[in-house]
């Protein structure tokens, strides 16, 4: 049990592109999903908390109009990475959890390369 | 000062000893602790989980925790090059899901 899905695994693209990456959770529902970002050797870092059916809340220094959040359904999260520049390549992961004080679960990532 | 603290490595062990994996955290009020493995290139994955004071154990590995000294380990035992790895050990100090990371302790158990 526990599986999050995370689609696609591998992106690259144009400067400029706008690229959406989606979090599923397979085998459970969740109300709040989690983004990271994980640059190379460096530490996961929390970008923002994905809550169903309201506003995402962003770390600090993660801008909201560029990467924008959607947690339409207990099942479904979406980051769209908007106008993406070289600077944004990362590998992006998300996670969720099964409930309250529960581990998160995470996704096998997203490798996004933008040229 | 970082909430979660760990020694960043690299921890060298030689194949079939057990390796000893160290984790700190300052909030006296968290509540579940987690190790993670993360192989290079790769996502997280959830090893082992801890609530309450004492020993856990599952198969090679064995958490332990000491709310009191406010300090989580992880032991594995019969190490294998399998095992090596980046080990992330996460702390839950509320009662939602968020976690708090510390930076990881990168793993290289020789044959």
């Known amino acids: 049990g526990a599986v999050v899905s995370q689609h696609p695994s591998w992106v690259i693209c144009k400067s400029g592109t706008s690229v959406k990456i989606e979090c599923r959770s397979l085998?459970?529902?969740?109300?709040?999903m989690f983004w990271y970002r994980q640059f190379p050797k460096q530490s996961l870092m929390l970008m923002a908390t994905?809550?169903?059916?309201?506003?995402?809340?962003?770390e600090q220094g993660v801008e909201k109009d560029k990467f924008l959040i959607n947690h339409a359904s207990l099942t479904l999260s979406t980051l769209t990475v908007t106008s993406a520049h070289p600077e944004d390549s990362s590998f992006y992961i998300c996670s969720a959890a099964q409930g309250a004080s529960q581990p998160q679960h995470f996704g096998d990532g997203t490798r996004l390369s933008i040229l | 000062q970082k909430e979660v603290e760990q020694n960043s490595g690299p921890l060298s062990v030689p194949e079939g000893a057990i390796a000893s994996l160290n984790c700190t955290y300052s909030?006296?009020?968290?509540?579940?602790f987690f190790w993670y493995r993360q192989y290079s290139g790769k996502s997280p994955e959830l090893i082992m989980s801890?609530?309450?004071?004492g020993d856990k154990e599952d198969g090679r590995f064995t958490a332990q925790l000491n709310k009191a000294s406010q300090y989580v380990s992880l032991l594995i035992r019969d190490s294998q090059p399998s095992d090596s790895a980046t080990y992330l050990c996460?702390?839950?100090?509320?009662?939602?899901?968020?976690?708090?990371f510390g930076g990881g302790t990168r793993l290289m158990v020789k044959p």
């Open positions: 085998d459970f529902q969740a109300t709040t």
């Open positions: 909030d006296r009020g968290s509540q579940s």
């Open positions: 996460a702390v839950n100090n509320n009662a939602g899901n968020m976690l708090t």
């Open positions: 994905s809550n169903e059916g309201s506003k995402a809340t962003y």
């Open positions: 801890i609530y309450s004071n």
